[in-house]
C-alpha cells in the first residue's frame, strides 16, 4: 500500500523535520564534548578529571542515544509515508519524552557531574565516586525515560508494520521462506525496520531492568548485585544500540538508492536468510566485550568470536555488494546523497574491519579497552552512521527532482570526509600504540613514549575536528537554504 | 602459552590488515565512481556483480574458518599445560594496584600489597587478578610502551592470567579499565630480573 493521504504526508514530514533539525542541534554540541576532551588530552587545555569524565559520559549516551532516535525516527517517516499509518500523537510523544530524558541527563552530567561513562560499569555509579549523590538518581530516571519512550515508538512501528502485512513473521520475510508464490510484495525496508527493532526492544527491556536495579541501589545502598551480570547486561543493550543504529541506516539505503539508480531493490530469499540471519548476530555478538572477563563462561567467548566472524558475511555478501549491484555501471549522476551513501557503507566496512579484527580474542587481548576501539566505533558511526544521516537530510530537506546538493553541500562533505578520516586514524594509531582509552590526562603514565604519543595523537586529532566541525557547517549551509527555499516554493 | 612471533607485535600485525583492509574497501569505492557513469542493462551488470558475490562468498566464508581455527590456538586464558611457577595475587582498588606474592585468601578490601614487585625472567606466572571495589583492567606494558597483555579486575570474581616475561627489566601495570577520576594515574611496577 502506498500511504497518500496528503495531510498526513505533511504531519509525518513536519515531524521528521522537527527530528532533523534537533539532530542537527545536538550533534555538533556533542562533537564539541569530544573535541574538549581531546583537547584536555592533548594538553591544550585543563579540565578537571570529573568534568573530563562527565563530558565523556555525557558524549558517549548523547551520542549513542541522538543517532538511534534520528534513524529511529527516519525510518519511522519512511514506513508511516510509504507503507502504514504511524500516528503522529505517538511520535510527538516520543519525540518530547527523548528531549526530557536528555535534558534529565544534561542536568546530571553538567551540573551534578555525573561521569561514570556511557556504560555506568556497576558498582562503579555508586563507589568512589566524585559526582553528586542526586545526579545518580536523576540520570538513572532520564535513561529510564528515554528507554520509554523508544520502546513506545518501536512497539507502535512495529504493532502497525506487522497488522498492515498479515502478522509478524510476514514482516520478518517468512513468507519467502515457502514454495507457495507470495502475493503481495514485502519492501526491504520493512523488513529491515522489524530486524533492526526487535532486538531494540530485547535491548531496551534488559536495560531497564538493569536500570531498575541500579535505581534500587540508589535508594537503598546496602543492595549488592552481581558485575559480571550487569556487565552483561549492559554491554547486551550497549552493542546492540550501537548495531541497530545502523541497520536502520542501512534500511533506508535500500529504499532510497533505487530512486537515484533506477534499479529496483526487491526483498528476495537470499535477502530474507541474510538479515533473518542479522537478526541472530545483532543479539549475540556483544560477549566480545566480556573477552578480557576470564571468569565468563568460554563457551561464550568462542561464541563471541564466532557470532562477530559470521556477522560479516551477510553484511558485505548480501548489503554491500546490494549496493554495488546498484551502482554498477548505472549511469548514476553522483549527487550528494547517494555520495552520501556509498561512503557510509564504505565507513560501516572500515569500522566493521577493524571490529572483526579486534574481535579475535588473541588480539583484543592487545587491543581490549586502547584508542584502537574508538577508532572502530568512530569510524563506523562517525563515517557511517552519520554520512547515511546527511544523505537522509539531504533527501527530506530537498524538493522533489532537485536533489543534486550542488557545490556547496558536496565542499561540505569532503571537508567532513577529510577531517573524520584524520580523527579516526588518530585513535588507531594509538591502539596501534598501545594507548590506554579513557584517560583524563597521559601526565600519570611513567612510560615516556607512551605518554608523549597520546599527548601528541590528541593534539593532531584537535585539527582533524575542527574540520570535522568546519564541514558540518558548510554542509548545514546548503541543507538550511534547500529547507527554506522548499518552504518557500510551498 | 603460545606468543604470535611472525610480526614484531600484534598490535603492528592487526594494524597492518585493518589498514589493508581500508585501501581494499576505497579501491572499490574508486572504482564505482569511475564505473558508475557507464550505461549498461540491470540485469546483466547484476549477473555479472553477484558471479563475483558467489565466489567471494565462499571464499570469505572459508577465509574465516581457516582464520578462527588458527586464532583460538593463541587465548590468553589459563592452560592447564604449562607448570605455573610464582603465583601472584593482585587487588585493585581506587586508584592502586596492590601485589603479593603467593595466593591470597583475605578479603580483597583487607587485602594488603606493594605497588612494585621483582619477579624471574623466564617464568611461567600466575596473576590471581581481583578487584575490592569497582572493576579495574590489569594491563601490562612492556619499557617500549607495548601492551603485551591483560584482564580485568572485577569485585567478586577473580581473573588469572598467566605470562611468561621473555626479557629483563621494569615493566608497567595501567589500569585498562575506567574506573573513577583517578583511573589514568593508576599504574604500578613489575621488575624482572
Redesign the interface.
Known amino acids: 500500500m502506498i500511504f497518500t493521504d496528503a495531510i498526513e504526508l505533511k504531519r509525518q514530514r513536519k515531524l521528521a523535520i522537527v527530528w532533523g533539525v534537533t539532530f542537527l542541534i545536538l550533534f555538533p554540541f556533542l562533537v564539541t564534548l569530544g573535541l574538549l576532551m581531546r583537547l584536555d588530552q592533548g594538553n591544550l587545555t585543563t579540565l578537571s578529571p570529573t568534568t573530563f569524565y562527565a563530558l565523556m559520559t555525557l558524549h558517549g549516551l548523547g551520542m549513542a542515544g541522538v543517532l538511534f532516535s534520528f534513524s529511529f525516527s527516519a525510518l519511522w517517516y519512511l514506513n508511516g509515508t510509504r507503507y502504514v499509518k504511524l500516528s503522529t500523537g505517538i511520535g510527538y510523544f516520543v519525540y518530547f519524552a527523548i528531549l526530557a530524558g536528555v535534558s534529565g541527563l544534561m542536568i546530571g552530567t553538567l551540573i551534578g557531574k555525573f561521569g561514570p561513562g556511557w556504560y555506568m560499569l556497576y558498582p562503579l555509579p555508586f563507589t568512589g565516586a566524585t559526582w553528586s549523590h542526586w545526579s545518580i538518581g536523576v540520570s538513572v530516571i532520564s535513561l529510564i525515560v528515554l528507554g520509554l519512550a523508544w520502546l513506545t515508538g518501536i512497539l507502535h512501528l512495529l504493532y502497525t508494520l506487522a497488522k498492515e502485512y498479515g502478522g509478524f513473521t510476514h514482516i520478518l520475510g517468512w513468507q519467502y521462506l515457502r514454495k507457495k508464490e507470495n502475493k503481495r510484495d514485502l519492501p526491504p525496508i520493512v523488513m529491515i525496520t522489524t530486524i533492526s527493532l526487535v532486538p531494540g526492544v530485547f535491548g531496551f527491556l534488559v536495560a531497564a531492568a538493569m536500570l531498575i536495579m541500579y535505581l534500587l541501589q540508589f535508594f537503598e545502598p546496602t543492595l549488592n548485585f552481581d558485575p559480571l551480570l550487569l556487565k552483561n547486561m549492559v554491554m547486551f543493550f550497549g552493542h546492540l544500540i550501537v548495531n541497530i543504529t545502523l541497520y536502520c541506516c542501512v534500511g533506508w539505503v535500500y529504499a532510497l538508492l533505487p530512486e537515484f539508480t533506477g534499479r529496483e531493490w526487491k526483498t528476495d530469499k537470499v535477502l530474507v536468510y541474510s538479515w533473518n540471519a542479522t537478526f541472530f548476530f545483532i543479539l549475540f555478538a556483544y560477549f566480545h566485550h566480556l573477552y578480557m572477563d576470564f571468569a565468563q563462561p568460554r563457551s561464550l567467548q568462542y561464541l563471541g568470536q564466532i557470532i562477530s566472524y559470521a556477522s560479516a558475511i551477510p553484511a558485505t555478501a548480501i548489503t554491500m555488494f546490494g549496493v554495488i549491484a546498484q551502482l554498477y555501471h548505472s549511469k548514476i549522476k553522483w549527487d550528494i546523497i547517494p555520495l552520501m551513501f556509498l561512503f557510509g557503507m564504505a565507513g560501516w566496512a572500515i569500522g566493521g574491519f577493524s571490529a572483526v579484527v579486534d574481535s579475535t580474542i588473541a588480539v583484543n587481548k592487545v587491543f581490549h579497552n586502547t584508542l584502537w576501539v574508538p577508532g572502530h566505533f568512530h569510524t563506523y558511526l562517525l563515517m557511517g552512521v552519520v554520512l547515511f544521516i546527511f544523505g537522509f537530510l539531504f533527501y527530506l530537506f530537498s524538493e522533489k527532482g532537485n536533489r543534486h546538493g550542488g557545490g556547496v553541500a558536496k565542499t561540505g562533505f569532503w571537508v567532513f570526509v577529510t577531517g573524520g578520516y584524520g580523527f579516526v586514524l588518530m585513535f588507531y594509531y594509538g591502539g596501534v600504540n598501545s594507548i590506554p582509552r579513557r584517560y583524563s590526562s597521559y601526565a600519570g603514565i611513567s612510560i615516556n613514549s607512551t605518554a608523549t604519543t597520546g599527548v601528541h595523537l590528541a593534539q593532531i586529532a584537535v585539527l582533524f575536528i575542527i574540520l570535522v566541525l568546519t564541514g558540518l557547517l558548510i554542509m548545514y549551509i546548503s541543507l538550511f537554504t534547500k529547507l527554506f527555499r522548499r518552504k518557500e516554493i510551498q | 602459552m603460545c606468543n604470535?612471533t611472525i610480526f614484531p607485535?600484534?598490535?603492528?600485525t592487526?594494524?597492518i590488515?585493518?589498514l589493508a583492509?581500508?585501501l581494499l574497501?576505497?579501491m572499490?569505492?574508486i572504482f564505482?565512481?569511475i564505473?558508475?557513469?557507464?550505461?549498461?542493462d540491470?540485469t546483466s551488470?547484476?549477473h555479472?556483480?553477484?558471479k563475483?558475490?558467489s565466489r567471494?562468498?565462499w571464499g570469505?566464508?572459508i577465509f574465516?574458518i581457516i582464520?578462527?581455527f588458527v586464532?583460538?590456538q593463541?587465548?590468553?586464558?589459563?592452560h592447564t599445560g604449562p607448570k605455573v611457577d610464582q603465583v601472584i595475587t593482585v587487588v585493585g582498588s581506587?586508584w592502586v594496584w596492590k601485589l603479593a606474592p603467593g595466593v591470597s585468601h583475605e578479603n580483597p578490601k583487607n587485602f594488603t600489597g606493594g605497588n612494585e614487585l621483582s619477579l624471574p625472567v623466564n617464568k611461567n606466572i600466575e596473576f590471581i587478578v581481583t578487584s575490592s571495589?569497582?572493576?579495574h583492567?590489569f594491563?601490562i606494558?612492556n619499557?617500549?610502551?607495548?601492551?603485551?597483555?591483560?584482564?580485568?579486575a572485577?569485585?567478586?570474581?577473580?581473573?588469572?592470567?598467566q605470562y611468561e616475561f621473555k626479557e629483563k627489566g621494569d615493566y608497567?601495570i595501567?589500569?585498562?579499565?575506567?574506573?573513577?577520576?583517578?583511573?589514568?594515574?593508576?599504574?604500578a611496577t613489575i621488575h624482572i630480573y
Open positions: 604470535l607485535t600484534i598490535e603492528n592487526a594494524g590488515i585493518s583492509g581500508a574497501v576505497y572499490v569505492v564505482l565512481l564505473t558508475a557513469s557507464k550505461e549498461e540491470k551488470a547484476k555479472k556483480v553477484y563475483v558475490r567471494y562468498f570469505l566464508t574465516l582464520i578462527l586464532s583460538l593463541f587465548l590468553p586464558y589459563p581506587q571495589d569497582v572493576n583492567g594491563g606494558y619499557s617500549q610502551g607495548v601492551l603485551l597483555t591483560q584482564t580485568q572485577m569485585p567478586g570474581y577473580e581473573n588469572d592470567l608497567k595501567l589500569c585498562m579499565e575506567y574506573c573513577g577520576a583517578a583511573h589514568a594515574f593508576m599504574e
